[in-house]
C-alpha cells in the first residue's frame, strides 16, 4: 500500500486481521497434510517448522526434531560425501533442487523419497531459509522393481521360446519327414505284397505325419508373429480381398467346392495396415469361409466393410455350417476346434493368428454365427 495514503485505522486492522487469518489457514493446511513432508528450514539447514505428513513419514515428533540439523534424514554415506549441504548450495543457487534417493526414518528404516528443496526470500531478495517437501515413493519403486524383474523374466521367456522354436523347426521336421518318406516308400515299392488294411494304415501314418509338419509349421508362424512389427502402409483392401479369393481358387474348372462359391467383394474402403499380415488375416478367414461353406449346394461368401467412427469395420461372411455363439470364447484359442477334423481340416492356429495380428494393429476381431446357417468374422482396422 502507498503510505502516502495510508488506510483509516479501523480499515488498516481489518485488512491486517484478514492476512493473519489466511496466514493461519495456510498454516492449518500445511500441516494437515498426511501425504507429504512440508517443513521450513533455516539459512542453515536446521528444522524450523513439522507438518503431520513429515512426522508420519520421517517418524520424528516435532519437539524431537525442530533446531536439529536437516542432514540426520540422509544416509551416512551422503552425509559424508556432503550431500546435504550441496543441495543447500544448489537451491541457493538456483532457486531449487529436486532429487531421489534414499532416506532414513527415526527408527533407522530406509525410504526412497523425492525431495524438493526451494530456497525462500524475502521481498528484498534475502535468504530466510529453504522449504522443503519430501514424498516417500518406496511402494513405487518396490512395484518399479516388480515390473523390471517381470520384464526381464518374460525376455529370458522369450529367448527360450525363440530357443525352443528353432528346435522344432530343425529337430522335429527331420524325423516327421522320415516317417512320411519311409511310409511313402513301403507303399510305392510293397503295395503289392500288402494287404488292403496294411497299405491304410500307412496312408494314414502318412497324413499324420504330414498334418504333424503343418501344425508345427502354424505354431512357428504364430509364434514368430509375436516378434514381428507391423510395417503400415495403406492398403487397398479391395484389391486384396480380390487377390485372395483368387489365390484360394484352385482354378479347376468349377469342379471343387471353392470353384462352386458365389463370392461377392464389395468395395472395400482402404486401410493403414501391414500389407502382408493383414492379407493373412483376410485369407484365413476367406479360407475358413470357403471350407465351411463347402457342404452346401449353393455356396455364398461375401467381403464387406464400412467406416465407423475412428475404425474400418470388416467382415467375411458365408452361409456354411455356422458354430453355436456359447462357444465363440473358444474361436480364437490355439488349437480350439469346434469341428472335428474328419469334418473338416485344419490346424487350429488360424484364427489365433488372426486375433493376434488384428490386435497388434490395434483393432478388435470377433465372430457371429448360428448352426447351420452360416457364420460371420468381423474385424476392426483404425483409422490412423
Not at 474400418?312 to 462357444?327: A, C, E, H, R, S
Request: proline fraction near 5%.
Amino acid at each position: 500500500m502507498d503510505p502516502l495514503f495510508p488506510l483509516p485505522p479501523e480499515k488498516s486492522s481489518a485488512s491486517s486481521l484478514a492476512v493473519l487469518d489466511s496466514e493461519e489457514r495456510f498454516r492449518l493446511l500445511v500441516e494437515s497434510v498426511r501425504d507429504y513432508a512440508i517443513f521450513l528450514l533455516d539459512p542453515d539447514g536446521r528444522v524450523t517448522t513439522w507438518n503431520a505428513g513429515a512426522e508420519r513419514i520421517k517418524g520424528y515428533h516435532p519437539e524431537e526434531i525442530i533446531g536439529q540439523h536437516f542432514s540426520r534424514f540422509y544416509p551416512p554415506e551422503d552425509v559424508a560425501q556432503g550431500k546435504p549441504d550441496w543441495e543447500l548450495e544448489v537451491a541457493l543457487q538456483e532457486g531449487r533442487i529436486e532429487d531421489e534417493g534414499w532416506r532414513v526414518r527415526k527408527d533407522g528404516t530406509r525410504f526412497w523419497a523425492n525431495v524438493i528443496i526451494t530456497a525462500v526470500r524475502d521481498a528484498g531478495g534475502e535468504l530466510k531459509g529453504f522449504a522443503k517437501v519430501t514424498r516417500d515413493l518406496t511402494e513405487r519403486r518396490r512395484a518399479e522393481a516388480i515390473l523390471r524383474q517381470q520384464k526381464e523374466e518374460l525376455v529370458r521367456t522369450n529367448a527360450d521360446l525363440e530357443t525352443f522354436s528353432y528346435s522344432v523347426s530343425h529337430d522335429l521336421r527331420s524325423p516327421l519327414r522320415a516317417i512320411d518318406g519311409f511310409a511313402q516308400a513301403l507303399l510305392e515299392d510293397h503295395a503289392p505284397t500288402l494287404d488292403s488294411e496294411a497299405q491304410r494304415l500307412l496312408a494314414s501314418i502318412r497324413d499324420n505325419a504330414q498334418r504333424m509338419g503343418q501344425l508345427i509349421d502354424a505354431l512357428l508362424s504364430f509364434s514368430r508373429l509375436g516378434r514381428k512389427d507391423p510395417v503400415k502402409t495403406l492398403i487397398d483392401m479391395t484389391a486384396l480381398a480380390e487377390s485372395v479369393v483368387a489365390e484360394l481358387r484352385p482354378g479347376r474348372g468349377g469342379k471343387s467346392a471353392n470353384d462352386r462359391a458365389a463370392v461377392h467383394v464389395r468395395s472395400l474402403p482402404g486401410a493403414p495396415g501391414d500389407g502382408t499380415l493383414v492379407r493373412q488375416v483376410l485369407a484365413n478367414l476367406v479360407s475358413n469361409a470357403f471350407k465351411f461353406s463347402s457342404s452346401r449346394s449353393d455356396p455364398r461368401i461375401e467381403i464387406g466393410g464400412r467406416e465407423e467412427g475412428a475404425e474400418i469395420l470388416y467382415w467375411v461372411k458365408d452361409n456354411g455350417t455356422g458354430f453355436d455363439m456359447q462357444y465363440a470364447d473358444r474361436l480364437f484359442r490355439v488349437f480350439s476346434r469346434l469341428h472335428r477334423v474328419e469334418e473338416f481340416e485344419g490346424t487350429g492356429v488360424g484364427l489365433a493368428l488372426v486375433q493376434r495380428i488384428v490386435q497388434r494393429h490395434g483393432g478388435r476381431v470377433w465372430g457371429e454365427g448360428r448352426p447351420n446357417e452360416g457364420a460371420t468374422f468381423f474385424f476392426t482396422l483404425p483409422k490412423t
